[in-house]
Each structure stands twice: as structure tokens, then as C-alpha cells.
């Protein structure tokens, strides 16, 4: 069955350092893969979104890797920040003219300042 | 633009009760779903419409049904509600078929049912 693999444990890092959260998935084929953020008590923010053949894509101090071979996207956050602290989920979709993402459970991020 | 928007904000059930959850979207988006999210869990998508007249199920669809008569909403209805539908129910809408830039999520209904 489809599956997507997060974290369950925290990532603690200390401020000004880079965080690298991971999403695997099995038995899927995306065509695209967003990471999204989430709050406590807050519906989740979309922040970025990477196809199937794209290697990596940047935002500011956000950057995605999309590997289809190894089936697996990392999310990074550069220069880290308190305030970057969220849970962080991402999205598979599988294009085809539809978009109906499947959604991993989350990686929580703690920046320590 | 206000987005996506969900009332109420928190609601508590009794057992066997029925209600709706109202989901609106002022971004003209064709795409809306609703998600629930259980503690540590991921989001499970419950039902989504792909434009005005058209539902269909998604991955946890049983103990709900939706309607879609508008663009702009998307209730939810909870029929005899039960403790397992004790969650936290986002709704979402996208404007884009082919997901370039991601859904946009309401704030969440907090629901318990006792």
C-alpha cells in the first residue's frame, strides 16, 4: 500500500544552524511534492512545491530535493530561527489532471535560540 | 480576500447528534476538500469536490456526506455522530488541476464528541 514516511521524532536544532527534515514514500509515484507548515492550532501554510523532474527548488531560506530514484524529498531551512519552529508535512500528488495530495504526519522542528 | 474559511471554530457533540460544518472560499478555486487530523496524526482526506455539482469520496468518507452547490462552499455534514469523529476538520480549496501551487487550508473546526 502507499505509504509516506516522516520523522515522528522532534528535530531539535540550535538557531543559525540548517535544518534537514526528510519525507520518504513507498509504492507511490508523485508527479509533485509540496512541504507544507503547520502551527499549533492553525490549518497548515503551503510552501513549496517540486515535480518529478525538478532535483531541487529554493525559496529564500527554504530548499527542496526531489529524489524519484531513492523516493525521497528533503526539506532544508537555512540559518534556522526560532521562529521556525512548526511541524512541517508533506504532499504527494500524483498529478494526472487531478490534485488530490496524500499527506504525511509531520515532522516537528524546534529551533533553540 | 478572506480565503478559506470554517465555522465554528470549536463545537461539542453529543452522541447520536447530527451537524454541519460550513466551509467557505472566496478565491474562485475550483478544488475543495475536507481533511480531519487526529493528535500525531496526518490529515486524512474525508471528501473533495472538483467543482460545483461534483463530490466524491476520499480516504475516511464514512459517518459524513457534503454537498457542493456553489463554487464558494463546501459543507460538511455529521450524521449520528460518534467518539470517533472526535478531531480537528480542515477544509481546503486549489485553483489549480495540476497542484502548482498548493492548497489553501481554513483555520480548522475543533470538534469532540461525548
Known amino acids: 500500500s502507499q505509504k509516506i514516511e516522516q520523522n515522528s521524532e522532534a528535530l531539535n536544532i540550535q538557531e543559525g544552524k540548517t535544518a534537514t527534515l526528510t519525507c520518504n514514500y513507498t509504492n507511490y509515484s508523485p508527479a509533485y511534492l509540496q512541504w507544507y507548515r503547520q502551527d499549533p492550532g492553525r490549518g497548515p501554510v503551503f510552501l513549496l512545491l517540486i515535480r518529478e523532474n525538478e532535483k531541487e527548488k529554493r525559496k529564500e531560506r527554504l530548499k527542496v530535493t526531489f529524489d524519484t530514484t531513492l523516493k525521497q524529498s528533503l526539506f532544508h531551512i537555512t540559518a534556522s530561527q526560532p521562529a521556525d519552529s512548526a511541524t512541517y508535512l508533506c504532499?504527494?500528488?500524483?498529478?494526472?489532471?487531478?490534485?488530490?495530495?496524500?499527506f504525511g504526519r509531520g515532522t516537528s522542528l524546534i529551533v533553540h535560540p | 480576500n478572506a480565503g478559506v474559511t470554517q465555522t465554528p471554530k470549536f463545537r461539542i457533540l453529543k452522541i447520536g447528534q447530527s451537524m454541519t460544518l460550513q466551509c467557505t472560499q472566496d478565491?474562485?478555486?475550483?478544488?475543495m476538500y475536507w481533511y480531519r487530523q487526529d493528535p500525531g496524526m496526518g490529515l486524512k482526506l474525508i471528501y473533495y469536490?472538483?467543482?460545483?455539482?461534483?463530490?466524491d469520496k476520499g480516504e475516511v468518507p464514512n459517518g459524513y456526506n457534503v454537498s457542493r452547490s456553489t463554487t464558494e462552499d463546501f459543507p460538511l455534514r455529521l450524521e449520528l455522530a460518534a467518539p470517533s469523529q472526535t478531531s480537528v476538520y480542515f477544509c481546503?480549496?486549489?485553483?489549480?488541476?495540476?497542484?502548482?501551487?498548493?492548497?489553501?487550508f481554513g483555520p480548522g473546526t475543533r470538534l469532540t464528541v461525548l
Open positions: 478565491m474562485n478555486h475550483n478544488y
Open positions: 481546503a480549496s486549489s485553483y489549480s488541476i495540476s497542484g502548482e501551487t498548493g492548497g489553501y
Open positions: 504532499a504527494l500528488d500524483p498529478g494526472g489532471g487531478s490534485y488530490i495530495p496524500t
Open positions: 469536490s472538483v467543482g460545483a455539482g461534483i463530490t
